[in-house]
């Protein structure tokens, strides 16, 4: 029996999927692919300045893996800006999430609301409880889902 896929949590969807140099013919242009997980982990680590370890508890997975995800998306970022290549960025083995929900108190916790300001580790802002469980996005479709210890 194949295994499931590991899914990683992602709170931003970009809106602007596709990068291209200025100046450089269609023919001649080369893409390299950034997953939405690694735009995820270059969001937490690089622009919201999260340590490896909060960044990774954010997307649900081990720090190894986040590590690994984190030196991919540098890696082809870097490639496309040294190189004159277009970004293209799509798919990835994630879930997209809009918050959380605590399970002692029932509060729904907006995304970037649950982290506690002296720990860094998600809680209820409610209630302070550690259990709080991802939800999926969109109007009658929350699907609680489970993470974040
Ligand atoms: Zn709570």
């Known amino acids: ?14 809106h602007i999927t596709h990068f291209k140099p200025a100046g450089v013919p269609l023919r001649d242009l080369q893409e390299v692919e950034l997953t939405v997980d690694e735009l995820e982990a270059l969001r937490l680590k690089d622009l919201e300045g999260l340590e490896q370890e909060e960044a990774a508890e954010r997307m649900g997975v081990a720090r190894t893996t986040f590590r690994r995800v ?6 082809k970022v870097t490639e496309a800006l040294v190189h004159g290549k277009a970004i293209r960025i ?4 994630f879930v997209h999430i809009a918050g959380a929900l605590c399970a002692d108190c ?16 998600p809680v209820c802002p409610r209630c302070g409880s550690p259990r709080l469980e991802p939800v999926a996005p969109g109007p009658g479709r929350h699907r609680r889902r489970r993470g974040w210890q």
Not at 1 to 14: A, D, K, Q, S
């Open 1 to 14: 029996m194949p295994r499931p896929p590991i899914r990683r949590y992602v709170e931003h969807l970009p």
């Open 106 to 121: 029932g509060e729904q916790i907006d995304t970037g609301h649950w982290r506690d300001l002296h720990t860094g580790s």
């Open 90 to 93: 799509q798919g990835g083995p």
């Open 70 to 75: 984190l030196v991919s998306a540098r890696s």
